[in-house]
């Protein structure tokens, strides 16, 4: 599967953005998805993933409640809307598709594809 991330910007605090990541190349539907985000000089974060079915759904601490993660097998996409943005969320975005284990597990070695990511600066 090929996946294609795009909706990053620069945003000052408090704002919001929506992420969205398009599949192609094989049924999307079968696979668990997740957004990743890397900062320079730090470690690939979790930040949220999502069922095959879209009925589960997972984050990490430092997103809950202000991130929504979601959905649309019809159209083959997951979206990754971010309210309340602080400066510490500017970073490099990543969707990832993990074809065994339904978007259950935070880490990045769970996951099976990746796409290019897209930048997301969050000014104060």
């Known amino acids: 599967v090929q996946l294609q991330a795009s909706g990053g910007g620069l945003v000052r605090a408090g704002g919001s953005l929506r992420l969205s990541c398009a599949a192609s190349g094989r049924t999307f539907s079968i696979y668990g998805m997740g957004w990743f985000r890397q900062a320079p000089g730090k470690e690939r974060e979790f930040v949220a993933s999502?069922?095959?079915?879209?009925?589960?759904?997972y984050y990490g601490n430092s997103v809950k409640g202000r991130f929504t993660i979601s959905r649309d097998n019809a159209k083959n996409t997951v979206y990754l809307q971010m309210n309340s943005l602080k400066p510490e969320d500017t970073a490099v975005y990543y969707c990832?598709?993990?074809?065994?284990?339904?978007?259950?597990?935070?880490?990045?070695?769970?996951?099976?594809?990746w796409g290019q990511g897209t930048q997301v600066t969050v000014s104060s």
């Open positions: 990832a598709a993990d074809a065994y284990n339904n978007g259950r597990y935070p880490t990045p070695q769970m996951y099976d594809y």
């Open positions: 999502i069922s095959r079915s879209g009925g589960s759904t």
